[in-house]
């Protein structure tokens, strides 16, 4: 039976002090430079061995992690050096401009604990900022998405500061050298970098300095070249000689709210590009929240993960807890996915109902994790047949088969970055960070290299005075993020994963899990295997794969199956993973994506061959 472990608390990071203006260009170029020899290009989706390993989407990111590891740095240190890096090659998914969630597990103490870098909404923001005066109704997406109304305090910069100084070995400016390299002397344009601004062109053509940066001479870089961005590297060396308080207070902050309030739209731009309600006493005040853990008990293992302002540990979780009524392990494959699916459906039918931030609405989280609830929830399961959706969120006084009235799933973000990291001490690091879109707002700070993230837009569009996650000044917008790291009953790491995709990432962690413990793969399998993401809608997101290898057997069962994929992202893909197993001994294996988003990167400190 599954069981509710959950803790509560939370400290505060505080960010002051002034910050430094440097300035850059940056342009693709074909031309060698001195350095290419330390260009890391290869991607090895698997990885054997010990003394720590890192799995994330890049090669070139997850090669500063672990250099930073065989450097003396511990999980930590990886996972920041890490991220850094990926600001630099995977600009359109995560980067300094947005936030995210940090889960860490410490070897000594045998506990998890989080870090809540969500990004957070202007002070001055009207819960009728999305809403068009004229129609009464939502302006369209396309017009939220670039435009400086979305645009929410980043909090990426605190989130690698207040790790740092928890739980690090070496300090932040050591942690940022391997990305400052990179920026510098730039890496390899493959095909998703160029795809992934082909797809953002248009918006981005309408923003001056993003379109200097990234479509120069009116083009994506194309694949092959070598694309620098001097100008991030010069931000990173502020942050590294003043601290992430540069992001807040300072010159750097300054534009970056001027930049917020002035988008720089280029002349006859056709998108409206509006002004958002960031000023600078909103970045003076942001904070990192040190928060305790989400964790539920499921086949004699311990799910951690984070909690709201986040979804992703209650809807998990609460998921887990459904599936925990249940032996997947002796039904067939269609059969253990109908279970998988409805348990998605039910989970997401409450997220929306319940799961906001707690700072602003009251989340009955112990509830959501409690096996009482999920028991009143799974009976709704129908044995043979599609539980019909949208379903009503669940009664949280029920203690029999009950529902409580309608529901609904709002959330369109779907472009976000995961690494794991683990080290030769045996601490486990799980991290999801993330612009939003890909692509974020489409608005670099002139001069500084980064895209603001547009993390508002995952705030409902409509204000509706009961949904927890209506627009409030100062609130965190509900997050689809779930960083995961599963222990064994005797607080020993067995599992660490994550993945970006909005908010298929809680459907892509719950179903590698599901495939891993219940359904005998092994990771790498589990990683790979096609995959399905119900979200109480009336169809079932499905992979190309999926629908062929499962589609007739679940379509007789009542699912509609339909494609994924959408204008921002490369069609067809749900997710991408990077995770670690640990066995016995110090042994890890690492695992990244074999295909999807063009392949991930594992690596480990000393590789061996697979075992």
Not at 364 to 390: K, N
Request: a positive charge.
């Amino acid at each position: 039976m599954a069981r509710l472990i959950l803790r509560a608390g939370a400290s505060l990071l505080g960010l002051v002090l002034a910050g430094t203006l440097l300035a850059g260009t940056s342009s693709p170029a074909a031309d060698a430079s001195p350095t290419d020899e330390h260009r890391v290009t290869k991607k090895n989706p698997t990885a054997y061995g010990w003394g720590g390993a890192v799995a994330s989407v890049d090669p070139e990111a997850t090669a500063a992690g672990l250099r930073v590891l065989r450097d003396g740095g511990n999980a930590v240190d990886a996972a920041v050096a890490t991220a850094a890096a990926l600001g630099v090659t995977e600009p359109y998914s995560a980067g300094i401009g947005g936030g995210g969630y940090f889960v860490y597990y410490d070897a000594k103490t045998r506990r998890v604990q989080t870090i809540d870098g969500r990004e957070t909404a202007p002070q001055s923001m009207p819960g009728t900022a999305f809403t068009d005066p004229a129609k009464g109704e939502p302006y369209p997406f396309a017009q939220l998405v670039t435009s400086g109304t979305s645009v929410g305090v980043p909090g990426t910069p605190a989130t690698w500061e207040r790790a740092l100084q928890r739980w690090g070995r070496k300090s932040l400016a050591s942690n940022l050298q391997p990305a400052i390299r990179i920026a510098s002397r730039g890496f390899v344009v493959d095909e998703t970098f160029r795809g992934q601004t082909l797809q953002n062109k248009d918006r981005f053509a309408a923003i001056t300095p993003t379109a200097k940066l990234y479509l120069p001479g009116g083009d994506a870089p194309a694949v092959g070249t070598t694309f620098r961005n001097p100008e991030l590297a010069d931000t990173y060396r502020a942050i590294a000689r003043g601290g992430a308080r540069v992001m807040y207070r300072g010159p750097i902050a300054d534009e970056i709210v001027r930049t917020v309030q002035q988008p720089p739209k280029a002349a006859g731009a056709a998108l409206p590009v509006w002004p958002g309600y960031l000023q600078a006493s909103d970045l003076a005040a942001y904070r990192a929240i040190d928060q305790a853990p989400t964790a539920v008990g499921y086949r004699n293992l311990n799910v951690y993960g984070m909690a709201p302002s986040s979804s992703g540990g209650t809807t998990v979780g609460e998921a887990l807890n459904v599936l925990d009524t249940v032996d997947l392990s002796r039904m067939s494959t269609p059969r253990a996915l109908h279970y998988y699916l409805d348990a998605s459906a039910l989970a997401f039918a409450d997220r929306a109902a319940y799961v906001g931030d707690p700072a602003y609405v009251e989340v009955p989280t112990q509830t959501l994790l409690s096996q009482r609830f999920a028991d009143s929830r799974a009976c709704q399961i129908p044995r043979q047949r599609a539980l019909v959706t949208p379903t009503a969120k669940g009664d949280l006084t029920a203690r029999g088969c009950r529902t409580a009235g309608p529901s609904a799933t709002t959330d369109q973000g779907t472009s976000t970055t995961h690494l794991v990291a683990s080290d030769r001490w045996g601490n486990v690091v799980s991290y999801t960070l993330t612009i939003e879109q890909t692509g974020g707002s489409g608005i670099v700070v002139p001069g500084r290299g980064f895209l603001l993230n547009n993390e508002l837009t995952d705030f409902s569009a409509a204000y509706v005075a009961s949904d927890p996650n209506r627009i409030q000044g100062g609130k965190r917008p509900r997050s689809s993020m779930s960083p995961t790291i599963v222990l064994d009953r005797q607080g020993r790491p067995v599992y660490a994963v994550g993945s970006p995709g909005g908010s298929t990432i809680i459907t892509t962690v719950l179903q590698t899990l599901v495939n891993r413990i219940d359904l005998a793969m092994t990771l790498p399998e589990a990683v790979a295997a096609p995959r399905a993401s119900h979200r109480n809608t009336e169809d079932v997101t499905a992979e190309p794969a999926f629908i062929e290898q499962y589609g007739d057997a679940l379509g007789a069962r009542g699912y509609s199956l339909v494609p994924s994929g959408d204008a921002f992202t490369s069609a067809a893909e749900i997710g991408a993973v990077a995770a670690l197993e640990f066995r016995p001994g110090g042994y890890v294996l690492a695992a990244a994506e074999p295909v999807r988003r063009g392949g991930g990167s594992a690596g480990v400190v000393v590789p061996t061959a697979r075992r």
